[in-house]
């Protein structure tokens, strides 16, 4: 989209500054009296956070109603199945950011990373060794690992919840038919252990039939993930883990998306010729299969 130049912020004179500034007083001590103080912390940081970007690059008023008009359409595309809001949180960064703040570092817990816009709750329960697939097509995936807390001690009866995309890049809620597929959830083994079938994961575009694509491609960035499987992990007294494995050799490990990566989230799948027997005894007849080792280590609660 072309706009027209507008005056550097460096060239503005004190009297209209002093407009400006006059203005961000005004409405920040409008909200000096809510009665919760965090809201009123965060409604006074958000007012000088949005004129600040406001005065910095001089919106104009075009501009400014050709976002209203975006935000409308990313609120029009939202429904039961697909959040619009969370993907424009993710290709900005904003996801992660707010991940980054609320998962901190603490000793060797596993790192989170986004949550993305298609968990859907109340997924189907299957038994440890079970498979999430569900007919969904793709490669067969062996994946196998244990939780334990930053002491190394197993979480016996973990909530382990998976989905994943299917090898043509879709997630089930995506297609119109109703279907399960590619998720499921399962609780460790008395040794904190888990073990289950799935998919290798495969690289696929974020929906960018909406108005976030519409804005990827006016900025030239790629919509494509890396490879990924999805894991949310939750368990008593422990903080609840949401994270990814990603594919090692993934060449889109260092433009993904929705800067989800992070390097120790990086597993290897390694592939396995057809006839190679299966650590279940499955038969995957004459396809070849891939297996993936995954140990999670949960934070304290409140870490």
């Known amino acids: 989209m072309m706009t027209e130049?507008?005056?550097?912020?460096?060239?503005?004179?004190?009297?209209?500054?002093?407009?400006?500034?006059?203005?961000?007083?005004?409405?920040?001590?409008?909200?000096?009296?809510?009665?919760?103080?965090?809201?009123?912390?965060?409604?006074?940081?958000?007012?000088?956070?949005?004129?600040?970007?406001?005065r910095e690059v001089r919106l104009t008023e075009q501009e400014w109603n050709r976002a209203i008009e975006f935000l409308t359409a990313v609120g029009n595309i939202t429904d039961d199945k697909r959040q619009e809001f969370v993907l424009l949180s993710d290709v900005l960064g904003a996801s992660m950011q707010t991940i980054a703040v609320n998962n901190q570092a603490h000793a060797n817990a596993t790192e989170a990373t986004v949550f993305g816009p298609f968990f859907v709750a109340d997924s189907p329960q299957i038994p440890l060794g079970g498979d999430i697939g569900g007919g969904a097509p793709g490669q067969p995936c062996w994946i196998?690992?244990?939780?334990?807390?930053?002491?190394?001690?197993?979480?016996?009866?973990?909530?382990?919840?998976?989905?994943?995309?299917?090898?043509?890049?879709?997630?089930?809620?995506?297609?119109?038919?109703?279907?399960?597929?590619?998720?499921?959830?399962?609780?460790?083994?008395?040794?904190?252990?888990?073990?289950?079938?799935?998919?290798?994961?495969?690289?696929?575009?974020?929906?960018?039939?909406?108005?976030?694509?519409?804005?990827?491609?006016a900025v030239n960035r790629s919509p494509m993930r890396a490879s990924h499987l999805h894991f949310m992990v939750t368990a008593d007294n422990l903080r609840t883990l949401v994270t990814h494995i990603f594919v090692s050799g993934d060449d889109l490990l260092t433009s993904d998306s929705v800067f989800g990566?992070?390097?120790?989230?990086?597993?290897?799948?390694?592939?396995?010729?057809?006839?190679?027997?299966?650590?279940?005894?499955?038969?995957?007849?004459?396809?070849?299969?891939?297996?993936?080792?995954?140990?999670?280590?949960?934070a304290p609660a409140g870490t």
């Open 5 to 54: 130049h507008r005056t550097d912020a460096a060239h503005i004179t004190a009297d209209q500054q002093a407009v400006e500034d006059d203005l961000v007083a005004t409405v920040v001590a409008s909200f000096d009296d809510t009665p919760d103080p965090r809201l009123k912390q965060m409604m006074q940081a958000v007012v000088r956070h949005l004129h600040a970007f406001i």
């Open 144 to 217: 196998e690992g244990t939780v334990t807390d930053t002491d190394g001690r197993p979480v016996p009866g973990a909530k382990v919840e998976v989905w994943e995309a299917d090898e043509d890049g879709l997630y089930d809620v995506q297609y119109p038919d109703g279907r399960v597929s590619g998720r499921a959830h399962f609780f460790t083994d008395d040794n904190g252990s888990y073990r289950f079938w799935g998919l290798t994961p495969t690289p696929y575009p974020i929906p960018h039939d909406g108005p976030v694509g519409t804005m990827l491609e």
């Open 261 to 298: 990566v992070k390097d120790s989230l990086v597993q290897d799948f390694r592939e396995q010729a057809p006839g190679t027997p299966t650590p279940d005894g499955r038969d995957p007849g004459d396809r070849s299969w891939s297996r993936v080792h995954f140990d999670i280590v949960l």
